[in-house]
T-cell receptor, first 115, second 115 residues
Framework: AAGVIQSPRHLIKEKRETATLKCYPI?????VYWYQQGPGQDPQFLIS???????DKGSIPDRFSAQQFSDYHSELNMSSLELGDSALYFC??????????????FGPGTRLLVL | AQSVTQLDSQVPVFEEAPVELRCNYS??????LFWYVQYPNQGLQLLLK??????LVKGINGFEAEFNKSQTSFHLRKPSVHISDTAEYFC?????????????FGQGTELSVKP
């Protein structure tokens, strides 16, 4: 079965640079979530989209922005990168239009290292 | 708002021994409950979930968990662990009335299975 795809899997950037992370949800899933997991930390919710509209917002810095496109893939744009942005960034997909509680399926993550 | 507390940050156990990973949650509304496993350098994989019905939930890899509403707990158990169960385990909740809502994770429990 198709899974959530994230690209790139690894990314190294310098401070103050920008980064774009991409997430391709499972086919027919219309909801995407972004989570940030710092070293030794639990995943923290950043932002989510349902049907291309922002549905919820968590502890996402103003330097970050995200959107969901017509094909339901999502991109997380990160500017003015700081050392503290080094983390594993997960995308999860969900079928929001389904009845009952479907499961959020997680991608493998993008590991971002800011030097 | 919801919060999740995993009472043990590290649980060392010998192979073939039973194990229990403890999870307590706090919420002003009804929640769905999940356990995810994260193997080293990998993404999050769903072990099991409690949505409704029987309070004893069986998941993959021989794990099970019991929902206790009065104690607001959702402890994860396995009667006999294997070396391959060594991983980080996360308990998570989401708001039952916000279908497709974000997951709130606990701090994680590192399960280390020794031969």
């Amino acid at each position: 079965a198709a899974g959530v795809i994230q690209s790139p899997r690894h990314l190294i950037k310098e401070k103050r640079e920008t980064a774009t992370l991409k997430c391709y949800p499972i086919p027919r899933h219309d909801t995407v979530y972004w989570y940030q997991q710092g070293p030794g930390q639990d995943p923290q919710f950043l932002i989510s989209f349902y049907e291309k509209m922002q549905s919820d917002k968590g502890s996402i810095p103003d330097r970050f922005s995200a959107q969901q496109f017509s094909d339901y893939h999502s991109e997380l744009n990160m500017s003015s990168l700081e050392l503290g942005d080094s983390a594993l960034y997960f995308c999860a997909s969900f079928k929001g239009s389904s009845r009952g509680m479907e499961t959020q399926y997680f991608g493998p993550g993008t590991r971002l290292l800011v030097l | 708002a919801q919060s999740v507390t995993q009472l043990d940050s590290q649980v060392p156990v010998f192979e073939e021994a039973p194990v229990e990973l403890r999870c307590n949650y706090s919420s002003s509304v009804s929640v769905y409950l999940f356990w995810y496993v994260q193997y080293p350098n990998q993404g999050l994989q769903l072990l099991l979930k409690y949505l409704s019905g029987s309070t004893l939930v069986k998941g993959i890899n021989g794990f099970e968990a019991e929902f206790n509403k009065s104690q607001t707990s959702f402890h994860l158990r396995k009667p006999s662990v294997h070396i391959s169960d060594t991983a980080e385990y996360f308990c998570a909740v989401s708001d039952r009335y916000n279908q497709g809502g974000k997951l709130i994770f606990g701090q994680g429990t590192e399960l280390s299975v020794k031969p």
